[in-house]
Every structure is written in C-alpha cells, then in structure tokens.
C-alpha cells in the first residue's frame, strides 16, 4: 500500500466516523423536536429559531399533535 491509499483509507475512516455521529445526532434533535410539540406546546418557529432549521422543515418532523393527518 502506498502513500495515496493509506490516505484514502484514512479519510473513509474518518467519514465513517462522522457519518455516525451526525446519524446519532440527527436522532437526537429530531426526537427533542417532537418532545417539544407533543409535551411542551413548542410551536414550530420557535423550535426553528433555536435550531437554525426552517420552521416548514420543524413542522413537518413534529407536526402538530393536536391535528390528524
């Protein structure tokens, strides 16, 4: 193995790793979006102000629990 390939490997090592925390990640915000739907009455836009992520994008992971779909 040369030079090139163990810096290949590394790097999708490396990716592997991240991949994996920005996945656990992601789970975690998404289930805090809808705990704050369902048992804190967080509307949207205030969720998407604390986030940085659309107020559109919030609602749809936690939409409304009062409505039916």
């Known amino acids: 193995m040369d030079e090139f390939d163990g810096r290949l ?6 990716r592997a790793r991240l991949k994996a925390a920005f996945d656990a990640a992601d789970e ?3 289930a805090l979006l ?5 048992e804190h009455s967080k509307g949207p836009s205030h ?3 604390l986030t940085g992520f659309t ?3 919030v609602a749809k992971i936690a ?3 009062g ?3």
């Open 34 to 38: 809808v705990e704050g739907r369902n």
């Open 63 to 65: 939409p409304d629990p």
């Open 28 to 30: 975690e915000v998404r």
């Open 9 to 14: 490997q590394a790097a999708a090592k490396k």
């Open 67 to 69: 409505k039916k779909p």
């Open 55 to 57: 107020r559109e994008w």
């Open 47 to 49: 969720m998407a102000k």
